[in-house]
């Protein structure tokens, strides 16, 4: 299901400061896609997640979820509505005083569940998140990784079309981050269910994003498929979080001078970079040394990154840039290291 | 009084007034006090049922009548007292005073144990579409259970303290007893064997409170 959002904003209110969390903005999410949203601290993207199940009113503008201007709803008929818009959290949220099985239990008494069907999907659910083991542990003597887990089962009892992801994996080490990934990607998937996660890790974004959208000082400032944003940021903080995942830094010992420079090459697909390599090693009287090289995955498609040092004579090193420049697939980044 | 022999028939009927006290006072308190504490928190709560004028009004209610000096407190609906339970002294007309005095006590203090249930999980549940009915049954009481046991025990304890000053209109009591007979006639044994029995009667209540919140966590 689609979300829509038509020039929302929020503006908090503490004592006589405003603190305008979320500029106008307008943003539409497609059926069955995972859109990523992706800033640092305070850039206003939990407040964009939870203005899309109303968990924060709106300062201004409407949020349309599928068919429903949920801006407009009675309080008891978004409650409803609510049931079918699932919500992971960073800290999980779980009922800890009660079982895993419980605490599924309670969003089906929720939504007035047929009692007698009960017991059957909780198992359905701990199935599909692989607990089917761990029914009747209480929910505070689980792992991190185990109480996500049940975050997803409970927010999937009620077939919601939606799932939003508030930093679902932040308090997770990176294997368990995975897992869950793998498991919110399948769920996407198989079921179709179109899912919002917000975090501040590229990690997240790479791995699972269809689409991300770039979050800064209450404001989307980049937004698009996830592989185009990567392989070409615009903004300053996009490049941050490309930088953040290639970790690419000129080492300090080199002086660049007009003679030895440290060029930065990206692959947009699996382009032998051993080839490429051995071309311009073989076709420029250049002495070139490779500083840095690394091919990250974004949603299954390569990018790869590669730096190095060239010193010999100016003419050569242009050249060298020219043929760069109009090789296929090739294009030198500038804003790395 | 100078032996045992003298003093047991007394203290046994104190025992049994002051239990006849606490027991009365301690229902109407859960009764009336869980409910209101229970007001006091989801009207104050943005994601809840927050209603400021309702919310204020009851913790005005609830800050007069907890700002009585109980005495006064007694005195002042000692008609009311008298009007609803039929009789102008006793044990019975007592715990009507003790029981006005521990329920705004009790709805303090469960409105203070909701405080310790994480928002997150209120947030999770409003998430999920749950009534409020059902946040409170399944959420924010067995998520407090644990501090409403001790509230428990803590207004037990204190109706304990509060049934002494009951002895104005003729309660009795255990602590009546040591003011009666302890004080005013400085009889030394009574006093002393009722201060006594006092410490221990709070001791078993306290241990018992914790055991029963212990229990309540571990599950
Ligand atoms: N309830 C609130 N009252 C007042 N200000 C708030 C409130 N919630 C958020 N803010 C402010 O709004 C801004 C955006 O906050 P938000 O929580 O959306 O950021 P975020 O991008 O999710 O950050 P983080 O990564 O730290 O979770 C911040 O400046 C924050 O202080
Ligand atoms: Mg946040």
């Not at chain 1, 607990?131 to 009892?157: C, M, P, T, Y």
């Amino acid at each position: 299901m689609s979300i829509q959002l038509n020039n929302v904003s929020k503006t908090y209110h503490l004592k006589g400061r405003n603190v305008e969390a979320l500029k106008p903005t307008s943003l539409k999410v497609e059926t069955g896609e995972i859109f990523g949203l992706i800033g640092y601290s305070g850039a206003g993207k939990s407040t964009l997640v939870r203005l899309i199940n109303l968990l924060e009113k709106p300062s201004t503008g409407t949020v349309t979820v599928g068919d429903d201007n949920l801006t407009e709803l009675s309080s008891k008929d978004l409650r409803i509505r609510r049931q079918k818009i699932g919500m992971i959290f960073q800290q999980f949220n779980l009922i800890e005083s009660k079982t895993v099985y419980e605490n599924i239990e309670f969003v089906l008494k929720a939504s007035k569940y047929n009692k007698k069907d009960v017991p059957a999907r909780i198992e359905e659910l701990l199935n599909l998140v692989g607990l089917n083991d761990k029914s009747s542990i209480n929910a505070a003597n689980l792992s991190g990784g185990q109480k996500q887990r049940v975050g997803i089962a409970r927010a999937l009892a009620n077939n919601p079309d939606i799932l939003l992801c508030d930093e679902a994996t932040s308090a997770l080490d990176p294997d368990t981050t995975k897992s869950i990934l793998n498991l919110l990607k399948s769920i996407n998937r198989t079921l179709g269910i179109t899912i919002v996660i917000i975090t501040h890790e590229m990690e997240v974004i790479k791995e699972i994003a269809d689409r991300v959208g770039v979050m800064s000082a209450g404001e989307i400032i980049e937004i698009g498929d996830t592989y185009n944003v990567f392989s070409h940021p615009k903004e300053e903080i996009t490049k941050d979080f490309v930088q953040e995942i290639y970790n690419f830094e000129v080492p300090s010992q080199i002086k660049e001078t007009p003679e030895n420079q440290v060029i930065t090459i990206q692959f947009l697909s699996e382009n032998a970079e051993e080839n490429y390599l051995n071309q311009l090693y073989r076709d420029f009287e250049l002495s070139i040394s490779i500083l840095n090289g690394r091919i990250e995955y974004i949603k299954e498609k390569p990018l790869g990154f590669l730096m190095f040092q060239v010193s010999g004579k100016v003419e050569e090193i242009e050249r060298l840039k020219t043929h760069i420049d109009n090789s296929h697939g090739i294009e030198r980044v500038g804003y790395i290291g | 009084m100078d032996n045992f022999s003298q003093l047991w028939p007394l203290l046994y009927r104190a025992l049994l007034e002051t239990a006849l006290m606490v027991s009365i006072s301690i229902f109407f308190a859960v009764l009336i006090g869980l409910p209101l504490g229970i007001l006091l928190y989801i009207t104050q709560h943005p994601l809840l049922f927050k209603i400021k004028p309702l919310n204020a009004t009851l913790g005005w209610l609830v800050n007069i009548i907890r700002s009585f000096p109980f005495i006064i407190l007694i005195v002042a609906i000692m008609p009311f007292a008298t009007w609803l339970v039929n009789a102008s002294h006793g044990p019975v007309f007592a715990s009507v005073a003790l029981s006005i005095a521990a329920v705004p006590l009790f709805a303090r203090l469960v409105e203070s144990s909701f405080n310790s249930v994480k928002d997150g999980v209120i947030e999770a549940s409003i998430a999920g579409g749950a009534p409020i009915y059902l946040i409170v049954t399944d959420v924010l009481l067995p998520e407090a259970k644990k501090s409403i046991t001790q509230a428990i025990t803590l207004t037990i304890i204190s109706i304990i303290a509060f049934s002494a000053t009951a002895g104005v209109v003729g309660g009795g009591g255990v602590g009546d007893l040591a003011i009666r007979y302890g004080y005013y006639r400085y009889d030394t044994l009574t006093m002393i064997v009722t201060v006594i029995v006092l410490v221990i009667i709070v001791q078993i209540v306290q241990w018992a409170g914790d055991f029963i919140s212990n229990r309540a966590e571990e599950r």
